[in-house]
């Protein structure tokens, strides 16, 4: 229900806003525009709290889902695999509050079964950082909730991640995606006694392996680290998210492929050439760029672009004075942009000359692979002098587009 109220609040401030324009017509002065951006702004954050309300409760449910999982798994009560859940999530909050060497005994134990450690080179980088007391380098498997929390702060930070089509691997070992394009290929029709002709298919793979992605160090203070009223999960599980979470919207916008995964810019395909350096018509969006992809992934289809070009596309309307972007007032409705979702990326390019400003495609074809639990390491030596602790978060994800030859991703490309 507020959810619903929060969007009629944003749909009448969108429609003032466009009053705002109808009623300069072409005489649209500095003074307007600077009002009618500051209502999509407005606008702009009645979203944000949308999606965090909305995205919560998605949580909620995400974690009871799990929950249910693990009970068919273990075949164990709904009940009590919400008790080991806590119980995990109990230790986990020691562990970060605690370390392994202070952490009380009866936890101390559980705790150690589910520290892992990784290869020697990185137990090498990290000695001098720890004491002979500190957790092995290679960190703490998370557990579900916690886990739960840094997908949702990645996901809020990146875009790429809210709409590719994301697998999760228990192992990093590379994995080899089949592909095959037959699109050219019909059948025929025989005539008696004609045998049948043999038409090969194009058979292709790509490749995804496992980088590893950091959050870098976050530094937390021992007097923060004692206060019990800081919920310490949820915030370490947001900065280090975001951090990896902007890292890995980057690549995978942008990656060149050379040491980095491959970015779903630099593998798209030309969809249209902007007449403008410095600007996107009606047309261009409406007509061009979508008719551009074929109409198998034209279904599924979405714009992508950053905040700045969005800004631009706002003020486009039709010959009849339609804007070609739409609000939607039902929960969980995307807002639209000639009838198709978007998705706003700030890795994206500005509108400048031979920027590649907005993508259209099919972004479940770009596949996003996650090597099953992230880990949290626990630095208690490093900063000691100055009474912090140090965290860090590692993430090993690659991603790659998956186009068999029938280019499921185009970009607008200005002139």
Do not use: C
Request: charged share 25%; no cysteine; aromatic share 6%.
């Amino acid at each position: 229900m507020k959810s619903r109220a929060l969007r009629e609040q944003r749909a009448k401030l969108v429609d003032d806003a466009r009053a705002l324009l109808d009623s300069a017509g072409d005489n649209v002065t500095d003074e307007i525009n600077a009002k009618f951006d500051e209502m999509m702004a407005e606008a702009d954050r009645l979203k944000a709290k949308i999606d965090r309300v909305e995205r919560l409760e998605a949580t909620e449910d995400h974690l009871a889902q799990r929950i249910e999982q693990r009970a068919g798994l273990e075949r164990i009560s709904t009940d009590e695999a919400e008790a080991r859940n806590e119980q995990e999530n109990t230790i986990f909050h020691s562990y970060l509050r605690n370390g392994l060497s202070d952490m009380p005994m009866e936890l101390r134990a559980h705790a150690q079964g589910r520290l892992q450690s990784i290869d020697a080179a990185a137990v090498q980088r990290y000695v001098n950082a720890q004491s002979t007391q500190s957790d092995p380098a290679g960190g703490y498997l998370v557990p579900d909730t916690f886990q739960t929390e840094l997908d949702q702060a990645e996901l809020a930070f990146s875009g790429m991640m809210e709409v590719a089509r994301i697998i999760n691997t228990g192992a990093g070992g590379d994995i080899h995606w089949p592909t095959a394009n037959d699109t050219n290929n019909k059948g025929r029709i025989l005539g008696e006694n004609t045998q049948v002709t043999k038409t090969d298919v194009s058979f292709g793979a790509v490749k995804l392996g496992a980088y590893t992605f950091s959050s870098d160090l976050v530094l937390v203070s021992n007097e923060l680290l004692q206060d019990s009223a800081i919920n310490l999960d949820t915030l370490l599980a947001a900065l280090l998210g975001e951090r990896i979470g902007r890292k890995a919207n980057e690549v995978f916008t942008t990656g060149s492929g050379a040491s980095v995964p491959y970015g779903v810019v630099p593998m798209s395909t030309l969809g249209v050439t902007a007449a403008s350096a410095s600007a996107i018509t009606m047309d261009e969006m409406f007509f061009d760029l979508p008719h551009s992809l074929g109409r198998s992934y034209r279904s599924r289809a979405r714009f992508m672009m950053n905040d700045s070009t969005l800004k631009a596309i706002r003020k486009l309307k039709d010959g009849d004075g339609r804007p070609l972007w739409q609000v939607d007032l039902q929960r969980g409705a995307a807002d639209m942009i000639g009838g198709y979702a978007y998705t706003v990326n700030d890795d994206m390019a500005d509108i400048a000359t031979t920027a590649k400003s907005v993508l259209f495609g099919d972004f479940s074809k770009y596949m996003i692979r996650r090597v099953a639990g992230s880990r949290v390491l626990r630095l208690n030596e490093r900063y000691a002098d100055y009474g912090q602790v140090a965290f860090l978060a590692f993430q090993r994800m690659d991603g790659v587009l998956i186009d068999a030859g029938t280019h499921p991703m185009r970009h607008l490309i200005q002139a």
